[in-house]
């Protein structure tokens, strides 16, 4: 029975990776846009991360996550005999697989290594796979899903390394010495999860040296390339020796310091220090919260995610994601209640509420921004987007419209400035804009891409006259929902809801005005 559930999971899991759902801006501009930018000619956004004189992000972690994937799709496309790039939105897709795929095969093994009792392991593994955190975090391309399996490997080789069965522990710490450097270019917080954990490797290197010596031999050979790595992608010439020893790029250094910094922090918004413990666990665990504090299984899993817990908690800037990699050590370490009553009723609230979260982010949430910039890029007029009441969308998905498409992000701006920048972009109307389909022969052509909820446009939109901005609807995508538009202290709860949740969707109208 529980095979068939597992694999009905499995496919739930593959489901929601194939849904266009837009979680937060950075798993794009923190991965696939900075790469597909490097591997294929498509014109990228490359953000401050990047930019700044002293750049946060490395782009050692990101090569094997996504480059290596993206150079073996464009080889088996020129190997097919295709011609031309990739179209964008292939890319994009892959890497919604391939992020299923290590989620699936990654996450569980570890799970099956990392727990001995097959009772306990079956639990376990069917909890981490009903969660709405593997459905939809774990399959889209953040640095915390990828921190998610490096930390869980990383207890794997541990455990191997301290298994008094193993003969000889110098290949798992070898391996644990590069994971380890991984892990941290990928995201500096990554050493947190490991505080308690690495204790148990201090009696087995205190009697095995040379394990010890291997660790970090492999630890200083993945640093040392990954240092130049970094430091090759963000000098604007060929780098030499000199600067690999005088002016070396550390990316983990630089995040260290940049976060180190309550002003910067303050600029992404700061949070109190029970903000993890209080709103952004029980948002990711939902019942299985109570479960936590009940009686949990004391082990290797459990400590790593408190040590998590705690040293993520001292930061000011606190976001749910940032606890990716506690979910499943959390849910592997929780004890199902032994009353058939009370595990009936926490069964049906855990399934309800991933259902309900998972539908929510893994579908509804931002779903438009994808679907629209592959709309965006299909249009031959198209010359100036602007963006409303959205995340930032990828400009690499335009598929070489960039060229000619100036995509324009003004996600908070007002509506009176808005219809500012729109009168000062928008066509003149003609003839053609009047037929169907006519307007897409013009040379030019300004679209407003906006949530339908935004009800501020509600008084424009009807405009036939001979004054003001003229809206052509062209394209409407209905699993769209913007969160970041809930007004509660103005509009009350009910008239927001209905508001965001019964004019669901994303727009695209053709801008045009009175010459």
Request: hydrophobic residues 45%; aromatic residues 12%; glycine residues 6%.
């Amino acid at each position: 029975m529980w095979r068939r559930t597992y694999l009905l999971l499995a496919l739930i899991r593959l489901w929601f990776a194939l849904s266009p759902s837009y979680l937060h801006p950075d798993e794009n501009f923190q991965g696939p846009e900075v790469i597909a930018g490097q591997i294929f000619s498509y014109p990228v956004r490359t953000t401050w991360e990047f930019t700044s004189e002293h750049p946060i992000r490395s782009v050692f972690p990101l090569w094997p996550v996504y480059g290596l994937p993206m150079l073996l799709l464009r080889w088996l496309w020129i190997g097919n005999g295709k011609d031309g790039e990739i179209p964008p939105i292939a890319v994009f897709w892959t890497l919604r697989v391939l992020m299923f795929l290590i989620s699936f095969v990654l996450e569980d093994w570890a799970l099956h290594e990392l727990i001995h009792s097959p009772r306990h392991r079956r639990v376990a593994v069917l909890l981490v796979a009903s969660s709405y955190v593997t459905w939809t975090y774990q399959t889209h391309t953040f640095s915390n899903s990828v921190e998610t399996l490096v930390v869980a490997w990383s207890l794997v080789l541990i455990q191997r390394i301290v298994d008094t069965r193993q003969q000889s522990s110098l290949l798992s710490s070898t391996v644990l010495g590069i994971v380890a450097v991984f892990g941290v270019f990928n995201r500096i917080t990554f050493p947190a999860f490991l505080l308690i954990p690495s204790l148990r490797l201090i009696p087995h290197f205190l009697q095995k040296p040379l394990s010890l010596a291997a660790l970090v031999l492999a630890a200083l050979s993945t640093a040392f390339v990954a240092v130049a790595l970094d430091t090759a992608f963000y000098s604007s010439e060929p780098i030499t020796w000199a600067d690999l020893v005088l002016r070396p790029t550390i990316t983990p250094l630089n995040f260290f310091a940049y976060n180190s910094d309550t002003t910067n922090l303050a600029q992404h918004g700061l949070h109190p220090w029970y903000q993890h413990l209080v709103a952004n666990l029980p948002q990711l665990l939902g019942p299985a919260t109570f479960l936590l504090f009940a009686k949990p299984h004391k082990s290797l899993r459990l400590y790593s995610a408190i040590s998590g817990l705690f040293v993520l908690s001292i930061f000011p800037h606190q976001e749910a994601r940032f606890l990716l990699p506690t979910v499943p050590l959390i849910l592997s370490s929780v004890e199902l209640p032994k009353n058939k009553m009370i595990l009936r009723c926490w069964g049906v609230a855990w399934v309800l509420f991933n259902l309900f979260f998972g539908v929510l982010m893994g579908i509804y949430h931002q779903g438009g921004v994808v679907p629209g910039q592959v709309f965006m890029s299909t249009q031959p007029d198209a010359t100036n987007a602007i963006w409303w009441k959205t995340y930032t969308p990828p400009i690499w998905l335009l598929d070489g419209k960039n060229e000619v498409l100036r995509t324009k992000d003004v996600m908070g701006l007002r509506g009176s400035a808005l219809l500012e920048q729109l009168g000062e972009l928008a066509t003149c109307d003609t003839p053609a804009d009047r037929r169907n389909q006519e307007y897409l022969k013009e040379q030019n052509g300004t679209y407003l891409i906006a949530p339908a909820s935004a009800t501020w446009l509600d008084p424009y939109l009807p405009n036939k006259g001979l004054q003001g901005l003229r809206f052509r609807e062209v394209w409407r995508y209905r699993q769209h929902l913007n969160l970041d538009d809930l007004d509660f202290g103005d509009d009350g709860v009910w008239n927001t809801l209905s508001r965001v949740i019964g004019r669901r969707g994303l727009v695209a109208w053709r801008v045009t005005k009175s010459c």
